[in-house]
């Protein structure tokens, strides 16, 4: 299987700007790339026994081992620590943390667009010190949605993970500056713990990072194909965890960003094995390639532009899109207004048990 390993089931730690070997895709170069895209398209205006909508986020047993090949521009989680064991009568206030996308390289600019990244802070009132947790892509976001094609292999070759990341301290001018940083809730020492334990299991079974939400229309009652799994999925499934174990949210707004694609009902089209195998379908695997191709780095600002147009040509005038979900390649027809990024209301969750506030 292409398809590259990252880290264990503890790394835990800090986003840093440490350099490898310089596999990303220029984020600042295709997060534009990704909106030009949504103004163009708005202007512009399988098999049965899997057809479950939308499909289930597959988990795993365990994370793979790193693949050499998959190297981070900027280094996962360098300063990471391990989460305390906090006292059941502690006191551990809940902060909602969010700030411009690549904002420690760009500012406010992305922000200005509602391309945010989200985190969740905690304080121990019994300690007074910080910490922040968050989830996102060990080989940036260019390698998590596109892949990278290797002349030495016939299958598209993906540096896809994601995970969490926890560290002490929150960097309050980071999160106040051009973001968020608010109360959102008060829990115990206790149910902190339990939330612990959750987010480890989380972290060791939901192993990749998923960019896309993929629906029929922008239709809000729209069937929906594929749900993303990103920084701010990861911070819904805490606190949804949190309030199942007893947590009182405040009633404030909480929006998140999220990037859609748009079209009809999928089609399955198999695994890696199934279509670049030896007895695989070589027409649709030379289709994939050629989809993929337009979105690969290192480009000079001639090739930039030029895939911008192959992009284009791809999505809007043939409408077609190939989406890698739980390593199965899926056809996607795509539908006006093809693609969207949105920054919308997710209110904050209900407390499910109170019995178990333990507060």
């Known amino acids: 299987m292409a398809q590259a390993g990252g880290a264990g089931a503890g790394a835990w730690g800090r986003r840093g700007a440490g350099a490898g070997a310089g596999l990303e895709r220029a984020p600042w170069r295709w997060a ?23 499909v289930p986020y597959k988990r795993f047993s365990f994370r793979p081992e790193p693949d050499p090949y998959c190297q981070a521009k900027y280094t996962f989680c360098p300063t990471g620590s391990p989460i305390p064991v906090m006292k059941d009568d502690d006191v551990i206030e809940v902060f909602r943390l969010q700030a411009p996308v690549w904002e420690f390289k760009y500012g406010d600019l992305l922000g200005h667009l509602k391309i945010m990244h989200d985190a969740i802070g905690f304080r121990s009132t019994l300690t007074e010190k910080n910490y922040t947790m968050e989830w996102y892509e060990l080989f940036q976001l260019g390698n998590c949605t596109f892949p990278h094609l290797r002349p030495e292999m016939n299958a598209p070759f993906w540096c896809n993970q994601g995970a969490a990341c926890f560290f002490e301290g929150i960097d309050d001018n980071h999160w106040k500056e051009n973001g968020t940083l608010v109360l959102v809730a008060t829990i115990s020492g206790g149910m902190f713990n339990k939330m612990a334990k959750w987010v480890k299991q989380d972290n060791e079974t939901g192993i990749y990072y998923e960019t896309w939400t993929v629906q029929a229309s922008p239709k809000k009652e729209a069937e929906k194909w594929f749900e993303s799994y990103d920084c701010s999925k990861f911070v819904l499934r805490t606190y949804e965890k949190l309030a199942e174990l007893g947590a009182d949210f405040k009633k404030i707004e909480t929006n998140y960003t999220r990037i859609f694609l748009y079209s009809g009902e999928p089609t399955y089209l198999g695994n890696e094995t199934s279509v670049f195998g030896p007895t695989g379908n070589k027409t649709l695997a030379l289709a994939i390639k050629k989809f993929y191709y337009p979105f690969k780095p290192h480009l000079s600002t001639k090739e930039f532009l030029l895939s911008l147009l192959q992009i284009f040509d791809a999505v809007v005038i043939h409408r077609e899109f190939y989406l890698f979900y739980n390593f199965e390649y899926w056809f996607l027809p795509m539908k006006s207004p093809f693609i969207k990024i949105t920054y919308e209301e997710i209110p904050l969750p209900n407390r499910k048990n109170r019995t178990l506030s333990g507060l």
């Open 32 to 54: 534009p790339a990704l909106l030009w895209l949504a103004a163009a398209t708005a202007a512009a205006a399988g098999d049965p026994s899997r057809r479950q909508w939308p």
